[in-house]
């Protein structure tokens, strides 16, 4: 069975923090996908990143940065510099074929 | 860019009232999602279809069902509306390999009354 744990609900940082949204994931597959998405305030869903089991380095875009580790099945998203725009729910998911598994979702709130 | 475009956006429903929500997307996706999100729980899958033709139950499927009428669209249909399906339902379409990431409609606000 395929599994997301994002532990921290929530989360709140003051502008300009960097933060660290954690993801832990369980599959039995050696083939599978790991997503980032964005959620904010106005309610739709934004893919941010994907990774696959083969690819273990790390990305960074601008002011995102991602680690993905095997030997721990984590996927962490970290934010530096935060800003108040980063305010939203960011959700991790995993596929191995059809469906997507997603986390509970972590709730930043960027404090100004 | 339309993407995927879900009707309605917001509905309130008497308790054993029926209804349907649209879900069409213009990107020649393969595969289509219907998704439930409340708070705590994260997003549910409902029922996907892999491909045109087909149609797969998901995590919690009781008390839905679904048609994939063409490649385009994928409905979800509520027959006797309960106050536990109150929720915002999400529609998303992908590629349809392995990897290929979902994109998301703007969601259906759903209240059962």
């Known amino acids: 069975a395929q599994k997301v744990t994002q532990a921290q609900t929530e989360i709140s940082v003051v502008e300009k923090e960097d933060v660290t949204l954690d993801c832990v994931y369980e599959?039995?597959?050696?083939?599978?996908?790991l997503f980032w998405y964005k959620q904010p305030p106005s309610g739709e869903l934004v893919f941010l990143i994907r990774?696959?089991?083969?690819?273990?380095q790390n990305e960074i875009s601008g002011r995102y940065s991602w680690n993905f580790q095997k030997s721990t099945s984590s996927f962490n998203f970290t934010i530096t510099a935060s800003q108040v725009v980063d305010s939203a729910v960011y959700f991790c998911?995993?596929?191995?074929?059809?469906?997507?598994?997603f986390g509970t979702g972590t709730s930043l709130t960027v404090i100004p | 860019n339309a993407g995927v475009t879900q009707t309605p956006k917001f509905q309130v429903l008497k308790t054993g009232q029926s209804m349907t929500l649209q879900c069409a997307q213009d990107?020649?996706?393969?595969?289509m999602y219907w998704y439930r999100q409340d708070p705590g729980m994260g997003l549910r899958l409902i029922y996907y279809?892999?491909?045109?033709?087909?149609?797969d139950k998901g995590e919690v499927p009781n008390g839905y069902n679904v048609s994939r009428l063409n490649k385009r669209e994928f409905s979800l249909r509520l027959e006797s509306a309960a106050p536990s399906q109150t929720s915002v339902y999400f529609c998303?379409?992908?590629?349809?390999?392995?990897?290929?990431?979902?994109?998301f409609g703007q969601g259906t606000r759903l209240t059962v009354v």
């Open positions: 998303a379409s992908s590629r349809g390999y392995v990897g290929a990431e979902a994109f």
């Open positions: 599959t039995r597959d050696t083939t599978y996908y």
């Open positions: 990774r696959n089991s083969f690819d273990e």
């Open positions: 998911a995993l596929t191995t074929g059809n469906q997507f598994y």
């Open positions: 990107m020649n996706h393969n595969s």
């Open positions: 279809s892999a491909s045109e033709g087909t149609t």
